[in-house]
Structures are given as structure tokens and as C-alpha cells.
């Protein structure tokens, strides 16, 4: 079974700081890796999907890196604004089913 | 607007007292799934459905069952619920698999008393 884990659980960085959050999985047999955002009371939005043979994607301020072989992925977020502040998951498909980390819940103070 | 739609939002019912959460989409997406959300374990999937007619068990199935009679809707159902079955449930679909991104719905929080 697929374990998804990500540290740290949480984070609080200044405004303007440039940040890194982190995701491991276990099983490297999956297809993609996807990153999404959940702000307090709401569903998740997906920010970035990684396919298993790319090593990067980016999308504005957020750039997401894989390396499947280590069972790894990164997410870069430049140039941090309050707005960013909320809960960021990563999930792995594997086979059909779908894991999910426990998040990483982001504050950006102004 | 293309969305998921969950209803209710919130719920507090009573255990043993049956109970549905609707789930619908309007983007013709062949997967759906459920997924319950609890302090420290994140999200985790209950059921999926691949296409119309087909569900599948995801890693906490126990106490659920779900149907998929029309592409659009995936309801979930709670034969008798249990206080263990609090939590926040959130349904999402994907065009054709999980290998694409997912569009989540809004979530239904539910307390079984």
C-alpha cells in the first residue's frame, strides 16, 4: 500500500521568503504526482500535476519537482504573499486508487 | 460553471439513522470518488467509481456503500452510521482515472451523535 508522507506538518515564514515543502511516497510505481491546496472550509484545488517521466512543473510563483526513482517531490513557492497561507497536499495515484499526505499547513505573515 | 456538487453541507444525525450524501457533477467525468478527512490521517479514499455500474473499494470502505446508476451523480450512503463515521467527506471527479487531475467538491461535514 501506498504511504504518502510530508513535513513538515507546518510551516510559518515571513512575507517575500521563497519556501520549500516536501513530499515522499513509497511505492514509485505511479503515474503522476499532483499537488493541491485547501483553504479552511473549503474542497482542494489542484495547483500543479506532475507527470511520472517529467522532472519539473511550473505554473506562476509554484514550481513542483519529482524524482520518482527516490520517491520524492518538492514544492517551490516563490516570493510568498499572505494569500498563500493555507493547507498544501500532495496525493499519489497508484493503480486506481488514490493517497493523499497529511498536508503541510502554510502561513505567510505579513 | 463546471463543478462537484455535495449536499448537505453539514449534518448531525444520530447513529443507526440512515443517511445519503449527494454528490453530482457537471463536467462528464467518468471517476468519482469519496474521501473522508480526519485530523492527523489527511484525506482518505472510501470508494471510486471508474465509469457507470463500476465501484471499487478504496482503503476504508467499511460502513459505506455507494452507487453509480447515472454518470453524473455517486452517492454515498450510510446504512447505520456509527459516531467512528464523523468526519468531513469530500467527493471528486476526473475525466477518465485518477492519473488527471481532480475537482473536488465543497465537502459535507457530518456529526453522528
Known amino acids: 500500500k501506498q504511504e504518502v508522507t510530508q513535513i513538515p506538518a507546518a510551516l510559518s515564514v515571513p512575507e517575500g521568503e521563497n519556501l520549500v515543502l516536501n513530499c515522499s511516497f513509497t511505492?514509485?510505481?505511479?503515474?503522476?504526482l499532483q499537488w493541491f491546496r485547501q483553504d479552511p472550509g473549503k474542497g482542494l484545488t489542484s495547483l500543479l500535476l506532475?507527470?511520472?517521466?517529467?522532472r519539473e512543473q511550473t505554473s506562476g510563483r509554484l514550481n513542483a519537482s519529482l524524482d520518482k526513482s527516490s520517491g520524492r517531490s518538492t514544492l517551490y513557492i516563490a516570493a510568498s504573499q499572505p494569500g498563500d497561507s493555507a493547507t498544501y497536499l500532495c496525493?499519489?495515484?497508484?493503480?486506481?486508487?488514490?493517497?493523499f499526505g497529511t498536508g503541510t499547513s502554510l502561513t505567510v505573515i505579513p | 460553471e463546471a463543478q462537484v456538487t455535495q449536499n448537505p453541507r453539514y449534518l448531525i444525525t444520530v447513529t443507526g439513522k440512515k443517511l445519503t450524501v449527494t454528490c453530482s457533477q457537471n463536467m462528464n467525468h467518468e471517476y468519482m470518488s469519496w474521501y473522508r478527512q480526519d485530523p492527523g490521517l489527511g484525506l482518505r479514499q472510501i470508494y471510486y467509481?471508474?465509469?457507470?455500474?463500476?465501484?471499487d473499494k478504496g482503503d476504508v470502505p467499511e460502513g459505506y456503500k455507494v452507487s453509480r446508476k447515472e454518470k453524473r451523480n455517486f452517492p454515498l450512503i450510510l446504512e447505520s452510521p456509527s459516531p467512528n463515521q464523523t468526519s468531513l467527506y469530500f467527493c471528486?471527479?476526473?475525466?477518465?482515472?485518477?492519473?488527471?487531475?481532480?475537482?473536488f467538491g465543497d465537502g459535507t461535514r457530518l456529526s453522528i451523535l
Open positions: 506532475i507527470q511520472s517521466s517529467q
Open positions: 511505492d514509485s510505481a505511479i503515474y503522476n
Open positions: 496525493a499519489v495515484p497508484t493503480g486506481n486508487q488514490f493517497y
Open positions: 467509481s471508474m465509469n457507470v455500474e463500476v465501484t
Open positions: 471528486a471527479s476526473s475525466p477518465r482515472s485518477s492519473n488527471q487531475p481532480q475537482h
